[in-house]
């Protein structure tokens, strides 16, 4: 069962998701704090690099944005130009250009930003320019795939790009149009207020934690939402009821107040589980042990054996460990999410009957994960290679 724990407090809003009596994501938004990633600006450019390909926008924040030349180019792979043109041949200093965060500035570098815009719904996922329509490969019927790209080629005009999520496997035609309409009104309203705008400026925010949860997380696989404020409750309630009457198929959790006098992070173990979840070093359940360390470009996860000796022979013991080391390792990416490149030095195995094992592990745990996550998988050196998408 899946259950969704929201904490609040005076300055922040907490969040948590239980699959199963397990801790696997958590979202913090502070009252102070603004979305930035799939945030659409009006922005200047302030400086055009040929050699890199590249140019820095100021969007109005701290440090300016940075923009590649293929976030510029046509999505559409079809439409792109057979060489790629230099980007001084596309945008030049002083230019105002319209772009959405892709991902939130970190340490010295700005946001990254494209030209590539897309708008999440409940059911689809919204991109003016991108002309196709596809289906989430985690959808996992071909026949309701086909369903619902071809509802979704018959209601797609021009240009338009549509991306079916995985939520939406089930939803009538009705239910998907009126998302469609929704997010169409949404992206004129943006080119609207760009006109109206000088730069920089915002044009668009993502939603706040609380609509986001119910947008993207809370669904029929949810089993229970508490919440330990009423007016919070309240909100939630009539967001979910909104987005009832919208749906095609499908039943949403009630949404119930806490008042036990203990903390309601507390009373689900969150608060304890995020303390062991987010140090350098998590012990796992057998005596083995995960050392986590996060770099500039990648992440390096380290697999020990630790205190567990095994039972049987040093192949099992190490199997053991490395595959209860792949399914914890799945669940801390999605709570503490980790993104970008992740490489993980699983202790050493000779049979590649059990390689394989750890591998599909993780490629089945990935599935659950709301964002894109390929394992790759082993080098030449023995590292397992994944990557999971940045948002």
């Known amino acids: ?86 980007i001084n041949d596309l945008i030049s ?39 196709y329509v596809a289906a989430s490969r985690k959808i996992d019927s071909d026949a309701e795939k086909l369903r619902l790209k ?46 109206e705008s000088q730069a920089p400026a915002q044009l668009y925010q993502d939603l706040d934690l609380l609509p986001k949860l119910a947008r993207d997380v809370i669904n029929h696989e949810v089993g229970e939402v508490w919440i330990d404020r009423s007016e919070v409750c309240e909100e939630m309630q009539q967001l979910l009821n909104r987005q009832l009457t919208h749906a095609g198929t499908g039943i949403m959790p009630t949404v119930k107040l806490y008042e036990d006098p203990m903390s309601i992070f507390d009373k689900f173990g969150v608060t304890d589980e995020l303390g062991r979840a987010f140090r350098r070093k998590v012990w796992l359940p057998s ?10 470009a990648l992440t390096v996860i380290d697999v020990n054996t630790g205190k567990y000796v095994g039972s049987t022979h040093l192949e099992e013991t190490v199997f053991q460990t490395n595959l209860e080391a792949a399914s914890e390792i799945a669940r801390l990416l999605r709570l503490r999410n980790i993104r970008g490149m992740i490489v993980i030095d699983f202790i050493d195995m000779t049979q590649e009957a059990n390689r394989a094992k ?34």
């Open 93 to 131: 200093v002083g230019q105002e250009l319209m772009v959405q965060v892709v991902k939130d500035p970190e340490g010295s570098k700005g946001a990254r930003i494209t030209t590539h815009f897309s708008i999440p719904g409940k059911w689809i996922v919204y991109m003016p320019y991108a002309d």
């Open 358 to 391: 750890i591998m599909e592990t993780l490629v089945q745990a990935a599935r659950k994960d709301r964002s894109k996550t390929i394992v790759v998988g082993w080098t030449k050196l023995g590292l397992l290679e994944m990557t999971r998408k940045r948002k």
């Open 150 to 195: 071809t509802i979704m080629e018959n209601l797609k005009h021009g240009e338009e790009g549509i991306i079916v999520r995985t939520v939406a496997s089930g939803q009538s035609e009705d239910a998907l149009q009126r998302d469609l309409t929704e997010l169409r009104e949404l992206w004129k309203s943006v080119e609207k207020k760009s006109v």
């Open 287 to 296: 005596g083995g042990y995960l050392v986590i360390d996060p770099t500039e």
């Open 1 to 86: 069962m899946r259950q969704v724990i929201v904490h609040c407090k005076p300055e922040l809003t907490q969040a948590a998701v239980i699959e199963d009596g397990r801790l696997v994501e958590y979202d913090v938004q502070h009252l102070l704090d603004k979305q930035r990633a799939g945030s659409i600006y009006l922005g200047r450019v302030v400086n055009v690099l040929p050699g890199m390909q590249a140019a820095f926008i100021d969007i109005g924040l701290e440090k300016n944005a940075f923009l590649y030349i293929d976030d510029l180019l046509p999505v559409h792979l079809e439409k792109q130009p057979l060489s790629k043109p230099l």
